[in-house]
């Protein structure tokens, strides 16, 4: 091999630590698009894939019983592909043992073999379930904690305990997931239904549409032309209709929005990784000029030199690929683990995509050659003069000239060493622009996450907030009021009740086509169990009676509404208009809309009876107000008073909580992300600065600075840049966070209450001292062992 | 010492210039500008140098010396006036062509002997015949060896010139600028950094390359040196000032 390669080689074994901080700085990049990119497009491929394959309804009808006639008239119409009949109960289920209740949504399919919409994904050992045995969807495992072989005591309607054995599990893709419906999903036969007190019908039509309908809109005028032509007119009754996105799976939008944000983190990553390399890059041209101007004076020409350097950075690029490849595939799998668990998507490819791995080496390789050509081009093109005589002050190593250099010179009363330390730092200008970009960016956007993480927190809180008691409880059945509330008050620990009036509506738009499920409460307007934030026009009067209160729910969902406006609800078999007086901020739980409970009771002719019970209780800790709930349920339970669902507010937060912690997951793993790209920046700079600073070392040595001296000057100067990006961070936090929030929101079509997070800025601020000390002390430890000697005659 | 073959038949011998002298400079001069400082560091400097002459500047620091050398190697560049180098108007190369040209007609010896450390001592002798593509890559390391024999550093080809002392590695610094068999070779202070009898026996190696027929430019403090070769140029505030003729003279005006 010729010198000049060899020289190319050794110089990488030579210098190791810096070959280690080019290769980390590249690696960290490559890493970051591997997880974002690499991980969002395995998730997405497989949602993509397996979507269209699971023959996924496009529009669900909830109805009183009917038989396969109907099925077949549904499936004669233009625009439907298949239609299907199941059985759909919402009932309760324990373990063996286990004392509490918890809610299982079960579903019955008459022939497993043949279902047309909606297919099921499962193992090729794992039977269909035949009597008196059930199947556990994929997602459900953990809530409902059965195994194979396992029982679950199911109580059915009749409120007999039913015994089903588990046989396996089974993916549903477009079931919804414990973490969102606080419920299991498991699937039995029809066979098993009479056991379970429900009789052995279809309540639940499922209808696959025809790729022809394009719109939201298109599926909704076809469920309002099945409801209206075909499903009423053969006497079955529609109770809700539920027609979805064509084409997409309910997590589908907000899975992409939100994973907008992950290549965006990636992106940024990958361009801070960039400036590392410019940085290392031109560092090293810097430390190599006295090399170069010798080559070129022994005949080397420019574009020998320019190929040996871009070979160097070639060679770096590789090794950063050869890196980051294997540890970017491990994360990104752990990733898309993690992801699909929580999105119950079913992986089974796990490859990264041509595309994404192409990206990846072309950036390993590319970027680098990129980032480095500035300061090779600019390195090759000084004189042989400069490189040979004037090498110590190229590159910007020139202090006195500008304003800084001038502020800094007339600050007056410093120790000298700190003095040294704030006009080393400033000494090599573009290099300290380009480190100060890097980490002032990952600062920014880590105290921007931390922001949004706290954002989350407020909005789970403000939820809560909208809340003001502890638990609520329904019951099976009406009851009057006074008597309800009466009972409850009987318990101890129970500081207040009042009975409310809910149901579901949906909204019967002027077009014939009706909405989706809206939550309709009545409740006292005077209410303090209620704590709305009113945005727009006013609260309940108690003298009103068809006004109605909508939430950003509801505008959201159906968005010609407005305050001053009238909306007709279906409630049960009443149709009504409303006057819409006020619009609040909603919860994660949907459209909901609140009405004067008189009011509603003399609509629905209820008479004063309810069968929804807040609660509001001495102790507010999860435990606590659970014993009170636990309570509250038995009591009623021993006076006759069927109780259907109990639930805390507390646990309503927790769960809220959970369904955003994958939102948080993402958020933490780019904050690290970000965090390892701003140390390894500061290491960088620092160590190339001590390795530039040899002469001055030996000089400090010779005018008799000690080891302690000299750590003083080096840490200083890393604390003092790890300030500066600090601050500069927090200044650019605000709009970024903004922005991500807002980002966040339109991705997840919820509006998150911003607040910015102080724990994040100061986080950060811990953070920066203490990387900016480690990163330093390597270097100044170094420098501390150098000699005059070896310190004079460096070159 | 045997000094190296010519294997291309243009080596030591090659000599032609304008009026008969290899290297001429006429009317150089050269003036850095820093902010508002301006120096001139040449003032009219004019050279003739002849084929196999042996001429050493002499001056104190910060005189021009190195400057009108580095005029001469096209390290750098004048301000006004002409320099002549066998055919070559060096001062009107580009970086490219000047890379080129240099690499096959200067050899270039500094005080610090500038070897590349992660190269071997073989390795920094075939360097400049691979940027300069002389010799076919086969035959280099045989010609390394030949040209460090000739300056007795062949059993060291192998180390890193970390390993050898100040005067080994001087001599390694001329077998480099040995290594492309240029006419001329051109060091600045070869001998400022070593004792006086490593000194001597580096001295001793130009003398031989003389001998042998190259041309040297030489800068040197060494007053006892000065004797011994063929011209002495002294230089002051960036003129020839004086100039002390010992053995012949290498031009005939």
Same mark, same amino acid.
């Given at each position: 091999?010729?010198?000049?390669?060899?020289?190319?080689?050794?110089?990488?074994?030579?210098?190791?630590?810096?070959?280690?901080?080019?290769?980390?700085?590249?690696?960290?990049?490559?890493?970051?698009?591997?997880?974002?990119?690499?991980?969002?497009?395995?998730?997405?491929?497989?949602?993509?894939?397996?979507?269209?394959?699971?023959?996924?309804?496009?529009?669900?009808?909830?109805?009183?019983?009917?038989?396969?006639?109907?099925?077949?008239?549904?499936?004669?119409?233009?625009?439907?592909?298949?239609?299907?009949?199941?059985?759909?109960?919402?009932?309760?289920?324990?373990?063996?043992?286990?004392?509490?209740?918890?809610?299982?949504?079960?579903?019955?399919?008459?022939?497993?073999?043949?279902?047309?919409?909606?297919?099921?994904?499962?193992?090729?050992?794992?039977?269909?379930?035949?009597?008196?045995?059930?199947?556990?969807?994929?997602?459900?495992?953990?809530?409902?904690?059965?195994?194979p072989g396992d029982e679950i005591e199911v109580k059915s309607s009749g409120d007999k305990t039913v015994r089903l054995r588990v046989i396996g599990f089974v993916?549903?893709?477009?079931?919804?997931?414990?973490?969102?419906?606080?419920?299991?999903?498991?699937?039995?036969?029809?066979?098993?239904?009479?056991?379970?007190?429900?009789?052995?019908?279809?309540?639940?039509?499922?209808?696959?549409?025809?790729?022809?309908?394009?719109?939201?809109?298109?599926?909704?005028?076809?469920?309002?032309?099945?409801?209206?032509?075909?499903?009423?007119?053969?006497?079955?009754?529609?109770?809700?209709?539920?027609?979805?996105?064509?084409?997409?799976?309910?997590?589908?939008?907000?899975?992409?929005?939100?994973?907008?944000?992950?290549?965006?983190?990636?992106?940024?990553?990958?361009?801070?990784?960039?400036?590392?390399?410019?940085?290392?890059?031109?560092?090293?041209?810097?430390?190599?000029?006295?090399?170069?101007?010798?080559?070129?004076?022994?005949?080397?020409?420019?574009?020998?030199?320019?190929?040996?350097?871009?070979?160097?950075?070639?060679?770096?690029?590789?090794?950063?690929?050869?890196?980051?490849?294997?540890?970017?595939?491990?994360?990104?799998?752990?990733?898309?683990?993690?992801?699909?668990?929580?999105?119950?998507?079913?992986?089974?490819?796990?490859?990264?995509?041509?595309?994404?791995?192409?990206?990846?080496?072309?950036?390993?390789?590319?970027?680098?050659?990129?980032?480095?050509?500035?300061?090779?081009?600019?390195?090759?093109?000084?004189?042989?003069?400069?490189?040979?005589?004037?090498?110590?002050?190229?590159?910007?190593?020139?202090?006195?000239?500008?304003?800084?250099?001038?502020?800094?010179?007339?600050?007056?009363?410093?120790?000298?060493?700190?003095?040294?330390?704030?006009?080393?730092?400033?000494?090599?200008?573009?290099?300290?622009?380009?480190?100060?970009?890097?980490?002032?960016?990952?600062?920014?956007?880590?105290?921007?996450?931390?922001?949004?993480?706290?954002?989350?927190?407020?909005?789970?809180?403000?939820?809560?907030?909208?809340?003001?008691?502890?638990?609520?409880?329904?019951?099976?059945?009406?009851?009057?009021?006074?008597?309800?509330?009466?009972?409850?008050?009987?318990?101890?620990?129970?500081?207040?009740?009042?009975?409310?009036?809910?149901?579901?509506?949906?909204?019967?738009?002027?077009?014939?086509?009706?909405?989706?499920?809206?939550?309709?409460?009545?409740?006292?307007?005077?209410?303090?169990?209620?704590?709305?934030?009113?945005?727009?026009?006013?609260?309940?009067?108690?003298?009103?009676?068809?006004?109605?209160?909508?939430?950003?729910?509801?505008?959201?969902?159906?968005?010609?509404?407005?305050?001053?406006?009238?909306?007709?609800?279906?409630?049960?078999?009443?149709?009504?208009?409303?006057?819409?007086?006020?619009?609040?901020?909603?919860?994660?739980?949907?459209?909901?809309?609140?009405?004067?409970?008189?009011?509603?009771?003399?609509?629905?002719?209820?008479?004063?009876?309810?069968?929804?019970?807040?609660?509001?209780?001495?102790?507010?800790?999860?435990?606590?107000?659970?014993?009170?709930?636990?309570?509250?349920?038995?009591?009623?339970?021993?006076?006759?008073?069927?109780?259907?669902?109990?639930?805390?507010?507390?646990?309503?937060?927790?769960?809220?909580?959970?369904?955003?912690?994958?939102?948080?997951?993402?958020?933490?793993?780019?904050?690290?992300?970000?965090?390892?790209?701003?140390?390894?920046?500061?290491?960088?700079?620092?160590?190339?600065?001590?390795?530039?600073?040899?002469?001055?070392?030996?000089?400090?040595?010779?005018?008799?600075?000690?080891?302690?001296?000299?750590?003083?000057?080096?840490?200083?100067?890393?604390?003092?840049?790890?300030?500066?990006?600090?601050?500069?961070?927090?200044?650019?936090?605000?709009?970024?966070?903004?922005?991500?929030?807002?980002?966040?929101?339109?991705?997840?079509?919820?509006?998150?209450?911003?607040?910015?997070?102080?724990?994040?800025?100061?986080?950060?601020?811990?953070?920066?001292?203490?990387?900016?000390?480690?990163?330093?002390?390597?270097?100044?430890?170094?420098?501390?062992?150098?000699?005059?000697?070896?310190?004079?005659?460096?070159? | 010492?045997?000094?190296?073959?010519?294997?291309?038949?243009?080596?030591?011998?090659?000599?032609?210039?304008?009026?008969?002298?290899?290297?001429?400079? @006429? *009317?150089?001069? !050269?003036?850095? +500008?820093?902010? %508002?400082?301006?120096?001139? $560091?040449?003032?009219?400097?004019? /050279?003739?140098?002849?084929?196999?002459?042996?001429?050493?500047?002499?001056?104190?620091?910060?005189?021009?010396?190195?400057?009108?050398?580095?005029?001469?190697?096209?390290?750098?560049?004048?301000?006004?006036?002409?320099?002549?180098?066998?055919?070559?108007?060096?001062?009107?190369?580009?970086?490219?062509?000047?890379?080129?040209?240099?690499?096959?007609?200067?050899?270039?010896?500094?005080?610090?002997?500038?070897?590349?450390?992660?190269?071997?001592?073989?390795?920094?002798?075939?360097?400049?015949?691979?940027?300069?593509?002389?010799?076919?890559?086969? @035959? *280099?390391?045989? !010609?390394?060896? +030949?040209?460090? %024999?000739?300056?007795?550093? $062949?059993?060291?080809?192998?180390? /890193?010139?970390?390993?050898?002392?100040?005067?080994?590695?001087?001599?390694?610094?001329?077998?480099?600028?040995?290594?492309?068999?240029?006419?001329?070779?051109?060091?600045?202070?070869?001998?400022?950094?070593?004792?006086?009898?490593?000194?001597?026996?580096?001295?001793?190696?130009?003398?031989?390359?003389?001998?042998?027929?190259?041309?040297?430019?030489?800068?040197?403090?060494?007053?006892?040196?000065?004797?011994?070769?063929?011209?002495?140029?002294?230089?002051?505030?960036?003129?020839?000032?004086?100039?002390?003729?010992?053995?012949?003279?290498?031009? @005939? *005006?």
């Amino acid at each position: 091999m010729p010198p000049r390669w060899r020289k190319v080689f050794r110089d990488l074994t030579a210098h190791k630590v810096r070959t280690l901080l080019v290769t980390l700085s590249i690696a960290v990049g490559i890493f970051a698009a591997a997880v974002m990119l690499g991980g969002r497009a395995v998730l997405l491929r497989s949602l993509e894939t397996s979507f269209p394959a699971s023959d996924p309804s496009g529009i669900t009808f909830y109805t009183m019983p009917f038989d396969n006639l109907l099925v077949k008239a549904v499936e004669r119409h233009a625009d439907v592909v298949a239609a299907e009949g199941r059985h759909q109960a919402q009932l309760k289920f324990r373990l063996a043992g286990e004392r509490e209740w918890r809610n299982v949504s079960l579903t019955a399919i008459e022939d497993f073999d043949h279902v047309k919409v909606g297919k099921l994904d499962r193992d090729p050992n794992t039977p269909w379930p035949k009597r008196g045995e059930v199947l556990i969807e994929r997602a459900s495992r953990e809530f409902i904690g059965a195994q194979p072989g396992d029982e679950i005591e199911v109580k059915s309607s009749g409120d007999k305990t039913v015994r089903l054995r588990v046989i396996g599990f089974v993916h549903d893709l477009n079931a919804m997931t414990p973490l969102m419906s606080i419920s299991g999903v498991a699937y039995v036969g029809y066979d098993s239904l009479n056991a379970l007190g429900e009789a052995p019908y279809s309540n639940d039509l499922q209808v696959a549409v025809s790729p022809r309908l394009r719109t939201e809109s298109d599926v909704s005028r076809l469920a309002a032309a099945l409801r209206d032509d075909v499903i009423e007119q053969h006497g079955v009754k529609v109770l809700s209709t539920l027609p979805h996105k064509p084409g997409k799976h309910y997590l589908g939008d907000i899975f992409k929005g939100v994973s907008l944000l992950l290549v965006a983190v990636g992106v940024l990553t990958l361009l801070l990784s960039g400036f590392l390399v410019v940085n290392t890059v031109s560092s090293l041209v810097t430390q190599q000029l006295r090399q170069i101007g010798v080559m070129k004076a022994v005949g080397a020409r420019p574009r020998q030199l320019v190929g040996m350097y871009f070979a160097m950075v070639l060679l770096y690029g590789i090794l950063g690929v050869v890196l980051a490849i294997p540890l970017g595939a491990w994360a990104q799998n752990a990733f898309v683990d993690y992801g699909s668990s929580k999105l119950n998507f079913l992986i089974r490819d796990y490859s990264t995509p041509m595309p994404i791995l192409a990206l990846e080496i072309g950036v390993g390789i590319f970027v680098p050659l990129v980032a480095a050509a500035v300061p090779v081009l600019s390195g090759m093109r000084i004189s042989v003069r400069q490189a040979l005589y004037d090498s110590n002050n190229i590159a910007g190593a020139e202090f006195g000239h500008g304003i800084i250099d001038r502020i800094l010179g007339s600050l007056k009363g410093l120790p000298r060493p700190i003095a040294l330390s704030l006009r080393n730092t400033f000494l090599r200008k573009g290099r300290l622009a380009l480190t100060l970009i890097t980490l002032t960016l990952a600062a920014g956007v880590f105290m921007a996450v931390a922001s949004v993480n706290t954002s989350i927190d407020a909005t789970v809180n403000r939820v809560a907030a909208h809340r003001p008691y502890d638990l609520w409880v329904n019951l099976q059945d009406s009851k009057p009021r006074a008597l309800l509330e009466r009972e409850t008050l009987a318990v101890r620990g129970v500081t207040g009740a009042e009975t409310w009036q809910e149901r579901a509506a949906t909204r019967q738009r002027p077009d014939g086509t009706e909405s989706t499920m809206i939550d309709v409460v009545g409740q006292p307007p005077s209410s303090d169990f209620f704590s709305p934030e009113l945005l727009d026009g006013r609260w309940l009067r108690p003298d009103d009676t068809n006004a109605i209160v909508m939430d950003t729910g509801m505008t959201r969902a159906e968005p010609d509404l407005k305050v001053g406006g009238t909306i007709r609800l279906k409630i049960g078999e009443v149709e009504k208009d409303w006057r819409i007086v006020g619009l609040i901020r909603g919860d994660f739980m949907g459209a909901s809309a609140r009405v004067s409970r008189d009011y509603l009771d003399k609509v629905l002719n209820t008479r004063g009876a309810g069968k929804t019970i807040v609660v509001r209780t001495g102790v507010h800790d999860t435990a606590g107000t659970k014993a009170v709930a636990d309570q509250v349920s038995d009591h009623l339970e021993k006076k006759g008073l069927k109780v259907t669902e109990t639930e805390t507010v507390r646990h309503l937060m927790d769960t809220i909580a959970g369904s955003l912690s994958i939102l948080v997951v993402f958020l933490v793993i780019m904050a690290a992300l970000l965090a390892a790209v701003g140390g390894i920046g500061l290491s960088g700079t620092m160590s190339i600065n001590v390795m530039e600073s040899t002469r001055e070392i030996g000089v400090m040595r010779a005018i008799g600075a000690s080891n302690g001296s000299l750590y003083q000057v080096f840490i200083t100067e890393g604390v003092v840049v790890g300030l500066i990006s600090w601050f500069l961070g927090a200044l650019i936090a605000i709009p970024l966070a903004m922005g991500l929030t807002a980002a966040l929101q339109a991705a997840i079509s919820f509006p998150l209450t911003f607040a910015f997070s102080p724990g994040g800025v100061l986080a950060w601020l811990v953070f920066v001292i203490v990387i900016s000390v480690w990163a330093s002390l390597l270097p100044a430890y170094r420098a501390a062992r150098v000699s005059v000697a070896e310190a004079i005659a460096y070159e | 010492m045997r000094p190296p073959k010519d294997e291309r038949g243009n080596g030591s011998s090659r000599a032609s210039a304008s009026n008969g002298s290899l290297i001429h400079l @006429e *009317r150089v001069e !050269k003036v850095y +500008e820093t902010g %508002a400082l301006r120096f001139r $560091a040449l003032k009219g400097i004019d /050279l003739e140098m002849g084929a196999g002459e042996f001429v050493g500047l002499i001056g104190k620091s910060g005189s021009g010396k190195t400057t009108l050398v580095n005029m001469v190697t096209g390290i750098d560049r004048p301000t006004a006036g002409e320099v002549l180098v066998g055919d070559t108007a060096v001062h009107t190369l580009s970086e490219n062509q000047m890379a080129i040209w240099r690499g096959r007609a200067l050899g270039v010896v500094f005080q610090f002997f500038q070897l590349l450390p992660t190269l071997t001592v073989a390795e920094n002798v075939m360097l400049p015949m691979d940027f300069c593509n002389v010799y076919a890559p086969r @035959e *280099r390391y045989g !010609k390394a060896l +030949e040209i460090l %024999a000739s300056v007795d550093m $062949a059993d060291q080809a192998g180390k /890193l010139p970390a390993a050898l002392s100040g005067g080994q590695q001087q001599r390694v610094a001329i077998a480099r600028a040995l290594a492309n068999d240029p006419p001329i070779i051109v060091a600045d202070e070869p001998t400022g950094n070593l004792d006086s009898k490593t000194a001597e026996q580096v001295f001793e190696l130009f003398e031989d390359l003389v001998a042998a027929g190259k041309t040297i430019l030489m800068v040197t403090h060494d007053s006892d040196l000065i004797k011994r070769v063929h011209r002495a140029l002294l230089v002051a505030d960036g003129e020839i000032v004086d100039e002390i003729r010992n053995r012949r003279p290498s031009i @005939e *005006r």
